[in-house]
């Protein structure tokens, strides 16, 4: 009998992943495991789990669950977190800052907006205003605050309790204003509702939140009570090498219509704004 645990343990195994709550990934292999009944019955059947190991359907089992959570989570990797943190706190201003651009460099997101920080923010705090912004799947996007010309609070959340708390140590340390809140989109969307503030960051979130559950955008959209949603998408695939098309995003805009909304939009290199106006 093979047990989910073990396959959560083995998914796991991969460097980049081990800072992942053990919940979170159970949930996703039981999801693949759930539209795979090839695999499900493969593992069902095996006598133990180095029988399971064995077979084609669990190579294809951990390839599956490490897409979607490369997707949905994203990789951060720089090295201990301890030592960053000690070097946050006993560097000089210039050395804090160069640590903030080797953290944003180690995601492909925030590495590939950090030319054009700038001018995502002072584009969307200057139709929106905002005090506060709630940043949702966040990653290691709120280090860039620095390119904010205004300073709002910022709440930011994510599905890793372990990079919730390595975020509030350096928001801490950087005297960035806000806190951090640990929040599985998927699960937990209606705690959206009680969260205040101008304006929801929703950057490059919702393809991979869709592609783990169909629809989610819906209800995620129904919870958010700010008066500005901002959501991006990328307009080059993930090796930089196809370009996707706005069509592509017709999904997406069939929801904003349905639910009556009115944006506008703005793009940077790989990256599609859309400005939202929350009803």
């Known amino acids: ?9 083995a998914v796991k195994s991969r460097k980049e992943l081990q800072t992942l709550d053990d919940q979170f990934v159970k949930d996703r292999v039981k999801r693949v495991l759930a539209a795979n009944g090839v695999i499900r019955k493969k593992m069902d059947d095996a006598s133990s789990f180095a029988q399971f190991c064995r077979s084609k359907e669990y190579e294809e089992l951990l390839k599956r669950v490490r897409k979607e959570l ?3 989570y994203g990789v951060f990797q720089i090295g201990s977190r301890k030592k960053i943190i000690d070097k ?17 460099k180690s995601h492909q997101s925030t590495s590939e907006r950090l030319p054009y920080y700038k001018n995502i923010y002072s584009t969307i705090c200057e139709k929106t205003q905002p005090k506060t ?3 949702l799947g966040c990653g290691m996007n709120p280090l ?14 994510d599905i890793s309790q372990e ?6 140590e350096c928001f801490d340390i950087l005297k960035i204003p806000g806190k951090t809140i ?17 304006a929801t960051l929703l950057l490059k979130l919702l393809d991979s939140l869709e592609e783990a559950k169909r629809h989610i955008s819906y209800k995620i959209f129904d919870n958010i009570k700010t008066p500005w949603i901002i959501a991006s998408f990328p307009t080059k695939s993930l090796g930089g090498k196809k370009t996707i098309a706005r069509a592509g ?31």
């Open 1 to 9: 009998m093979v047990s989910v645990e073990e396959i959560v343990k």
């Open 70 to 72: 490369r997707a949905v």
């Open 88 to 104: 946050l706190r006993n560097s000089s201003l210039d050395e804090k800052e160069e640590t903030i651009v080797e953290i944003l």
């Open 133 to 135: 912004i709630i940043d």
């Open 144 to 157: 860039a605050y620095h390119h904010f010309a205004q300073h709002p609070t910022i709440i930011a959340s």
């Open 163 to 168: 990079d919730m708390d390595f975020l509030q």
């Open 182 to 198: 640990r929040l599985d989109l998927i699960t937990e969307y209606e705690k959206l509702a009680k969260l205040k503030g101008d």
């Open 249 to 279: 995003r017709a999904w997406f805009e069939r929801l904003l219509k349905r639910k009556e909304m009115t944006w506008e939009t703005f793009s940077v290199e790989n990256e599609l704004f859309y400005i939202i106006k929350n009803r």
